[in-house]
């Protein structure tokens, strides 16, 4: 008989509940569930709980087939522990033994961070994944996460990873969200996209419309030849390819995958963040393929069902 | 009966032997030998073999009572694999299976670069290690080595830990030893230091001598308040501070442990690195301690003995 696992992105708005074969790794099915904004933590619980209940019985499964739920979240994760987390009612929980409490002894559970999560399962779904992984996210803020030796990198309290907040522009005079100055983030960030071009409208002749203004407009003039897009995409991509060169130089990943909206620009991208890349990268390292990550949306789902199947064959 | 353990650092002039006690880690004794320049690749190997075999017959020790011999080398090691060595004859050289050849089967082997191996050694010797460190080293180069959950990180071919390489000045022009710019190594390598220092002399009152600057003096007369020598310390402090916060939003260790010859200035510049650390810091990352290395010349030895009966310890 099939066994299966759960894979569980839990976002701000909505909880993903996806279905998955453990021998296959296919997906059986998935949905969404409103994220309960209830004050008890143990709403959260509660909701994943009755969400497998009662997609057990749609697709005819028992728990007892069940073998294992993987559970990523939006913030910092140490060992399934939360310590703060922002968007969530979540501080100071354990999310393990949280939900222990509603399945059986039987069902393996890990939980981690979501973009962490996102990497090992980017890096888990390539046709031959490799021992070390980096993947940088591109969206409103810049995220993602590090696997070093198959494993997720959490570091001493789950903030392992925040690769948008690696320091890439000494001369950066505004703050960062985070507190600092010069973040990948403030730079290649939906916000810092569009403020630089826009800052460069005024000068220069562009295909840009300044009042309408959106991320991918801008990836879509800099493809036509656009000036002004293409002087914010090489921005960009010099600056992705900065950090990923600070990063090759402190863990020389054999892979970098680039994720998020922004990279649905796809090879056009890559390219230009790959010359970047070689431009800065040290010794031997310039020569590390960089792929672009294939899981979209469901990359926490996805990334949670891997890594719960994975310490299962481990133990 | 006691057992016992070796650690060996291989540099360019020298190989340093360190007999350990398995169980305390009290070094026994340590001695020197030249490293031979002979070409042929087992010369190395057989002059750790024919150590070993000498120091035991002075300790009057059973080659029986060694359990393992670490070993350290100045080249990036992938699991024990040298693919090229800079400064000696080993390249493409399988260091465990070199060093096998002339061991019985029951001594364990390790071997790793040295200054990872510098890493794990020092982290290893703090009164309560941490599962995840960063040693940053500061002489003639600025090297270093990463260590999470235990291990030693080495990377995709052995070049993970290259901290020295972090690139942190935007605005560099010069070119560095890794061919890239703008490398910590750059500003904070002894290059670097008496370079910056040489330009303010001709501008500025200052009790250094132009003409016998060495970082030492530098360092002496900046504690003892000296304008031009604060510039360049602060100037030190602020770049390895900056390294320091883009190590902890990448990796967060628990702890970060300064050495090499620079470090001798003990309390003093561990606080400045310090304060600019904090600067920078992400999150909650700023509170990270930073620790003086305490092993010195012998981290290389240590480390390895402490490497190797981690290994035997685990297995």
Redesign the interface.
Same mark, same amino acid.
């Given at each position: 008989m099939s066994k299966y696992v759960y894979g569980i992105d839990v976002g701000g708005t909505s909880i993903k509940i996806g279905l998955f074969n453990f021998e296959s790794m296919d997906m059986i099915n998935d949905f969404e569930v409103e994220t309960p904004k209830l004050n008890h933590k143990d709403s959260i619980f509660e909701t994943i709980y009755q969400g497998i209940i009662s997609n057990n019985e749609i697709n005819n499964i028992l728990m007892d087939d069940i073998l294992g739920v993987g559970i990523d979240v939006p913030c910092?994760v140490k060992k399934g522990y939360v310590h703060t987390c922002a968007n969530l009612n979540l501080n100071d929980t354990d999310l393990i033994s949280s939900m222990k409490k509603y399945l059986p002894d039987h069902v393996e559970l890990v939980a981690a961070n979501d973009a962490t999560i996102a990497a090992f399962g980017e890096n888990a779904s390539l046709k031959n994944p490799? $021992?070390?992984a980096v993947l940088i996210t591109l969206g409103t803020g810049v995220g993602g996460g /590090?696997i !070093?030796?198959g494993?997720i990198?959490? %570091?001493?309290? %789950? !903030? %392992?990873?925040? /690769?948008g907040?690696?320091? /890439?522009? $000494?001369?950066e005079e505004k703050v960062c969200g985070? %507190?600092?100055?010069g973040?990948l983030e403030q730079i290649c960030g939906t916000a810092g996209i569009l403020n630089y071009t826009k800052n460069l409208l005024p000068n220069d002749t562009s295909i840009l419309d300044k009042d309408q203004l959106t991320v991918k407009a801008i990836f879509d003039a800099a493809k036509k030849g656009d000036p002004v897009a293409l002087k914010t995409v090489h921005r960009v991509a010099k600056y992705i390819g900065?950090a990923a060169?600070? !990063?090759?130089?402190?863990?020389?990943? $054999?892979v970098f995958i680039i994720g998020g909206g922004v990279s649905k620009s796809g090879k056009f991208l890559i390219d230009l963040i790959q010359m970047y890349y070689k431009e800065?990268?040290?010794?031997?390292?310039g020569d590390?393929p960089f792929k672009l990550a294939m899981t979209g949306n469901q990359a926490g789902i996805i990334g949670s069902a891997m890594l719960v199947k994975s310490v299962i064959v481990s133990t």
């Open positions: 910092p490799y $021992d070390n /590090v !070093l030796d494993a990198v959490e %570091g001493a309290t %789950g !903030l %392992g990873g925040e /690769v907040h690696i320091r /890439v522009y $000494d001369e985070c %507190g600092s100055k973040c900065i060169s600070i !990063l090759s130089i402190i863990n020389e990943p $054999d800065n990268a040290r010794f031997t390292t590390i």
